[in-house]
């Protein structure tokens, strides 16, 4: 057995689980090179929630953080979460887009593009896969892992044979809503493994409290990779600690080879932004807390926190335990979708506004619709025509590729982004988050132009001879 391979997560996933993903360029920049010479096999740093927050939140450019990234990481491989024809975003994009977005993603640094779809459907990964191939970039494909009647090893295993038909590198078993448990994943790597030749990635949360043990048995039934977090943003909604299971594997067959030495100096400088984090309120505590309701909600934390939001904003607080038991009935009604971006937004506000209405399907979101119809995709199992017909009526269900029905809409886009583009990458930015995007560029050119007032000032200035 060679050794495994460890991806970090504090860059991207960890402070997504349990900071809202609020983590800035300028806090990650004095630790980048020490997590460059550490030996991960990668260090996830982009994709998923961060480039949303960048703009919306941070005021950040998302492309000059991954350069950033890249010019003190020259050792190690950067990955990103993709959403297959989501991208980064909350639709489908057409492919000319979606071409371009990983284009530009491999030439500002990403090396290793983690691609998924919400409903596992292997139509919606083509176009992603093919990008990212055509730029050299390290594919790997995630199964996104959910439990329900259908899925079972077997199903599991047909999705793995699909992917590694597809072209895809190396597979990874994507647990968003710490739903493993150690001997189901024993059983599914070993099954995987069984007929698949591709190196398997092992990614869970915490949430639960059995990361760790799931981990382990993965590694001990043939996984090859596991995506752990740096101990200060470790556990909660977020991940098994990297120095933990460094330990756990020392002197093993599995050994990583990284020295625990060299993570501890890693450690304590994220154990300083950690004691920031608590004391701006930014790392609420409950996040930290095991909750094995997980298991039997299948809700991922995210998502939980997601609900509990818009009950606040209805008054109804006091419906969360309501919500919770009617997101499983939803998730059956709707062909069992895994509760992962953006499918997992879909189905929980559908089951708030079943609770809050107390009636169920009163009211009905377009994304709910557009679910039932097909457009974002195949559901794992087949909605049933008269719960169809409730929801979208006579409207003709989408049974192909959704992103076929998409004209090309790169063009348009450059059009529209023109104004405020300074960079090639700012239409993929205006794409993705139209008016979010459009008020960082207009802030990010206030700040130039005052910039260049303040250097127009001390250039002009005299002094006394």
Same mark, same amino acid.
């Given at each position: 057995?060679?050794?495994?391979?460890?991806?970090?997560?504090?860059?991207?996933?960890?402070?997504?689980?349990?900071?809202?993903?609020?983590?800035?360029?300028?806090?990650?920049?004095?630790?980048?090179?020490?997590?460059?010479?550490?030996?991960?096999?990668?260090?996830?740093?982009?994709?998923?929630?961060?480039?949303?927050?960048?703009?919306?939140?941070?005021?950040?450019?998302?492309?000059?953080?991954?350069?950033?990234?890249?010019?003190?990481?020259?050792?190690?491989?950067?990955?990103?979460?993709?959403?297959?024809?989501?991208?980064?975003?909350?639709?489908?994009?057409?492919?000319?887009?979606?071409?371009?977005? %990983?284009?530009?993603?491999?030439?500002?640094?990403?090396?290793?593009?983690?691609?998924?779809?919400?409903?596992?459907?292997?139509?919606?990964?083509?176009?992603?896969? $093919?990008?990212?191939?055509?730029?050299?970039?390290?594919?790997?494909?995630?199964? *996104?892992?959910? #439990?329900?009647?259908?899925?079972?090893?077997?199903?599991?295993?047909?999705?793995?044979?699909?992917?590694?038909?597809?072209?895809?590198? #190396?597979?990874?078993?994507?647990?968003?809503?710490?739903?493993?448990?150690?001997?189901?994943?024993? &059983?599914?790597?070993?099954?995987?493994?069984?007929?698949?030749?591709?190196?398997?990635?092992?990614? $869970?949360?915490? #949430?639960?409290?059995?990361?760790?043990?799931?981990?382990?048995?993965?590694?001990?039934?043939?996984?090859?990779?596991?995506?752990?977090?740096? &101990?200060? @943003?470790?556990?909660?909604?977020?991940?098994?600690?990297?120095?933990?299971?460094?330990?756990?594997?020392?002197?093993?067959?599995?050994? $990583?080879?990284?020295?625990?030495?060299?993570?501890?100096?890693?450690?304590?400088?994220?154990?300083?932004?950690?004691?920031?984090?608590?004391?701006?309120?930014?790392?609420?505590? =409950?996040?930290?807390?095991?909750?094995?309701?997980?298991?039997?909600?299948?809700?991922?934390?995210?998502?939980?926190?997601?609900?509990?939001?818009?009950?606040?904003?209805?008054?109804?607080?006091?419906?969360?335990?309501?919500? @919770?038991?009617?997101?499983? !009935? %939803? !998730?059956?009604?709707?062909?069992?979708?895994?509760?992962?971006?953006?499918?997992?937004?879909?189905?929980? #506000?559908?089951?708030?506004?079943?609770?809050?209405?107390?009636?169920?399907?009163?009211?009905?979101?377009?994304?709910?619709?557009?679910?039932?119809?097909?457009?974002?995709?195949?559901?794992?199992?087949?909605?049933?025509?008269?719960?169809?017909?409730?929801?979208?009526?006579?409207?003709?269900?989408?049974?192909? !590729?959704?992103?076929?029905?998409?004209?090309?809409?790169?063009?348009?886009?450059?059009?529209?982004?023109?104004?405020?583009?300074?960079?090639?990458?700012?239409?993929?930015?205006?794409?993705?988050?139209? =008016? %979010? &995007?459009?008020?960082?560029?207009?802030? !990010?050119?206030?700040?130039?132009?005052?910039?260049? *007032?303040?250097?127009?000032?001390? &250039?002009?200035?005299?002094?006394?001879?």
């Amino acid at each position: 057995m060679a050794k495994i391979k460890i991806t970090e997560t504090a860059l991207r996933d960890a402070h997504q689980s349990l900071l809202a993903t609020r983590m800035t360029t300028e806090e990650m920049l004095p630790i980048l090179k020490k997590l460059d010479e550490v030996g991960y096999y990668s260090l996830e740093c982009w994709g998923g929630a961060t480039f949303d927050s960048c703009l919306r939140f941070l005021n950040e450019d998302p492309w000059q953080r991954l350069r950033t990234i890249k010019d003190n990481c020259k050792n190690t491989k950067l990955q990103m979460l993709f959403r297959g024809q989501n991208m980064l975003g909350y639709r489908h994009y057409a492919d000319d887009v979606l071409d371009y977005f %990983v284009e530009k993603s491999v030439a500002n640094g990403i090396d290793v593009i983690r691609i998924f779809d919400a409903l596992n459907d292997i139509k919606n990964l083509k176009s992603a896969i $093919t990008a990212a191939k055509r730029e050299k970039a390290e594919v790997q494909v995630a199964i *996104s892992y959910t #439990t329900g009647p259908v899925f079972t090893d077997e199903y599991y295993v047909d999705y793995a044979k699909r992917i590694a038909d597809a072209g895809a590198d #190396t597979i990874c078993i994507k647990d968003m809503a710490a739903l493993l448990t150690p001997y189901k994943t024993e &059983s599914l790597v070993k099954a995987i493994k069984k007929e698949v030749d591709l190196p398997i990635q092992i990614h $869970t949360h915490y #949430t639960s409290g059995l990361a760790s043990m799931c981990l382990l048995k993965g590694i001990e039934a043939g996984a090859d990779m596991i995506d752990t977090a740096i &101990s200060p @943003l470790a556990l909660g909604t977020s991940h098994a600690p990297t120095e933990s299971m460094v330990a756990a594997l020392q002197g093993s067959e599995y050994d $990583t080879g990284i020295d625990l030495v060299a993570l501890s100096k890693i450690r304590e400088y994220f154990m300083t932004l950690r004691e920031k984090y608590i004391k701006e309120g930014l790392l609420d505590p =409950k996040m930290l807390a095991t909750d094995a309701k997980a298991l039997i909600y299948q809700v991922p934390g995210g998502m939980l926190s997601n609900l509990l939001s818009q009950l606040k904003q209805a008054g109804k607080e006091d419906k969360l335990t309501e919500v @919770l038991e009617e997101v499983p !009935r %939803v !998730r059956e009604d709707s062909g069992y979708p895994p509760l992962v971006t953006p499918t997992s937004q879909i189905v929980g #506000t559908q089951a708030v506004f079943n609770v809050i209405a107390g009636e169920r399907y009163k009211m009905c979101t377009n994304e709910f619709k557009d679910m039932v119809a097909g457009k974002y995709g195949t559901t794992p199992v087949p909605v049933s025509e008269e719960f169809r017909k409730k929801i979208i009526g006579d409207m003709k269900p989408v049974t192909g !590729r959704p992103a076929d029905l998409i004209a090309p809409e790169l063009d348009k886009l450059k059009e529209e982004a023109a104004k405020y583009a300074q960079q090639e990458e700012d239409v993929l930015s205006y794409a993705m988050f139209p =008016k %979010v &995007s459009v008020d960082f560029f207009e802030k !990010r050119r206030e700040s130039q132009l005052g910039l260049d *007032s303040a250097m127009l000032n001390k &250039s002009n200035k005299t002094y006394p001879v």
